[in-house]
């Protein structure tokens, strides 16, 4: 079965800082471009960050330029997202997303089950 | 950036209707366009892709249509399972950007 799950997130205090993690299963991680979208509660999706195969292109949404980095590690099938300088709108579920298309730009499939970031005092 | 407009955000439809949902885009997108179904805690699922091509197990109840800045998403006899919040999202341009969603729930 193809599938992601994410794990990492939790309570953290604004300025904090965490680091999520994507292990993927049932597909060949490191053909794919590789994907973090999230959503705030009650609200709708918010692409996050993309990142190539080799690990050489990453994107970001404006939002979280220069805060958060996405970086993967193929040998050990792992996808990460480093969250620096949280700030209360950066609270939402987190997902982690396979990226079909080679191009790097299409829709997401499949997802996981999302980890639920909380930046709170 | 792209925008996205889904309307309308919620849909009041009974079992067996035809229930179309819409999706505006701010610009041309072509065929670019996914269409995603969320059920209440879980993650989306990908229902289709290029506007109209169904991901692999996805009943054929459910049919995507349009290209350019409009398009639609039509369940052609609504089902209790189908009971969610939709979201279309463009892929034609970075940043890739998602609607607002709907809603569809039982009347």
């Known amino acids: 079965e193809v599938q992601v799950v994410e794990s990492g997130g939790g309570l953290v205090q604004p300025g904090g800082s965490l680091r999520l993690s994507c292990v993927p299963s049932g597909f060949a991680f490191s053909s794919y471009w590789m994907g973090w979208v999230r959503q705030a509660p009650g609200k709708g999706l918010e692409w996050v960050a993309n990142i190539k195969q080799d690990g050489n292109e990453e994107y970001y949404v404006d939002s979280v330029k220069g805060r958060f980095t996405i970086s993967r590690d193929n040998a050990k099938n792992s996808l990460y997202l480093q969250m620096n300088s949280l700030r209360a709108e950066d609270t939402a579920v987190y997902y982690c997303a396979r990226v079909p298309s080679g191009s790097g730009w299409s829709w997401f499939d499949p997802w996981g089950q999302g980890t639920l970031v909380t930046v709170s005092s | ?107």
């Open chain 2, 1 to 107: 950036v792209i925008w996205m407009t889904q309307s309308p955000s919620l849909v009041s439809a009974s079992i067996g209707d035809r229930v179309t949902l819409s999706c505006r885009v701010s610009q041309d997108i072509s065929s670019y366009l996914a269409w995603y179904q969320q059920k209440p805690g879980k993650a989306p699922d990908l229902l289709m892709y290029a506007t109209s091509t169904l991901q692999s197990g996805v009943p054929s109840r459910f049919s995507g249509s349009g290209s350019g800045t409009d398009f639609t998403l039509t369940i052609s006899s609504l089902q209790s399972e189908d009971l969610a919040t939709y979201y279309c999202q463009q892929y034609h341009s970075f940043p890739v950007t998602f609607g607002g969603g709907t809603k569809v729930e039982l009347k």
